[in-house]
């Protein structure tokens, strides 16, 4: 599967990303959901 490391990570990246930039907030939440849907469906093949 995915390094267990990997979504801390990006959810560390995320949280800093929406500090420094309130307005990128849907777009972050989009792409991550996204992210996880595309690999939640990668993972059930």
Do not use: C, E
């Amino acid at each position: 599967m995915f390094h267990p490391l990997l979504q801390p990570i990006i959810a560390l990246i995320a949280g800093i990303l929406i500090l420094v930039r309130p307005a990128l907030l849907s777009y972050i939440v989009a792409v991550y959901l996204i992210l996880l849907g595309v690999l939640g469906l990668a993972t059930m093949l």
